[in-house]
């Protein structure tokens, strides 16, 4: 745990030194979010004020491609050999990612609350109780946990930061094939499928009835068994591609 610890002070400070990255990922759900409600909210009809659909969606965009960065920096400590003397320190491969992953998680968190701020200040206005506060935050860690721990094990088994930063189109491409901007009912048939049963909606899906305060149901349980289920799978596999990437 201390070295888990050590290791996040260090990403943290990389974060922080990489200024131009740093106020992408603050701006960036600004940005979106702006865009979104005032470009597009006029033409989009929810049955509700846009600005209280879109809110989970923009969190959710952001959340992936913050996390999705984590593949990036995994990838450059492997090709700049900071890797091989923290093993000389007797340092494993679970605190050097575990730091990764909560100095990606405690980006996201700023930028939701950044989120957050902005969109109570243009009219997001949502309903939920303390108990559906934590919750929804509950799983937004969640998710952000899981995007974070697949992003290192991509990081782990591309072979260079540019290819990896290709992994970061496709997490932030997942959430407009969802409920995340418009209902999944007014796409296409052959569309529909995908988007109403993608990962990303179930969680939009939970994280919306939540902060409106409204029945998720089962949507709740089965965007959780998502979160856990990508988490574990990427545990694992981050495990066993740091020995194989490490092995000399």
């Known amino acids: 745990m201390s070295d888990a610890l050590i290791m996040t002070g260090r990403s943290v400070r990389l974060s922080r030194r990489n200024v131009d990255a740093l106020m992408m990922a603050m701006a960036l759900p600004v940005m979106l979010l702006l865009i979104f409600v005032y470009f597009f909210g006029g ?4 049955g509700t004020e846009y600005v209280t659909y879109v809110v989970p ?48 998680t405690a980006r996201n968190l700023i930028a939701t609350a950044l989120v957050f701020a902005l969109a109570f200040a243009i009219g997001f206005r949502p309903s939920a109780g303390p108990g559906g506060w934590l919750a929804a935050i509950g799983l937004l860690v969640a998710y952000i946990a899981a995007l974070s721990w697949l992003s290192a094990a991509v990081g782990l088994l591309v072979k260079s930061p540019e290819a990896a930063g290709g992994f ?6 997942l959430p407009y094939p969802s409920s ?19 990962p990303v909606t179930h969680v939009i899906e939970a994280a ?12 709740g349980w089965v965007a959780l068994a998502w979160c856990t289920g990508i988490l574990a799978a990427s545990v694992a596999a981050s495990g066993a591609l740091f020995k194989r990437r490490t092995a000399h």
Request: charged share 10%.
């Open 180 to 198: 995340a901007f418009v209902p999944t009912d007014t796409m296409p048939s052959w569309l529909q499928g995908f988007a109403a049963n993608q």
């Open 43 to 46: 033409a989009i009809n929810t």
């Open 208 to 219: 919306r009835g939540l902060l409106l305060g409204q029945p998720v149901g089962s949507t």
């Open 57 to 104: 969606g923009v969190l959710l965009l952001c959340a992936g491609f913050g996390s999705a960065s984590t593949a990036v920096a995994v990838t450059e400590d492997l090709k700049g050999g900071i890797i091989d003397r923290f093993r000389s320190l007797d340092i494993g491969g679970t605190p050097i990612l575990t730091g990764h992953v909560l100095a990606s």
């Open 168 to 173: 970061t189109f496709f997490v932030s491409f």
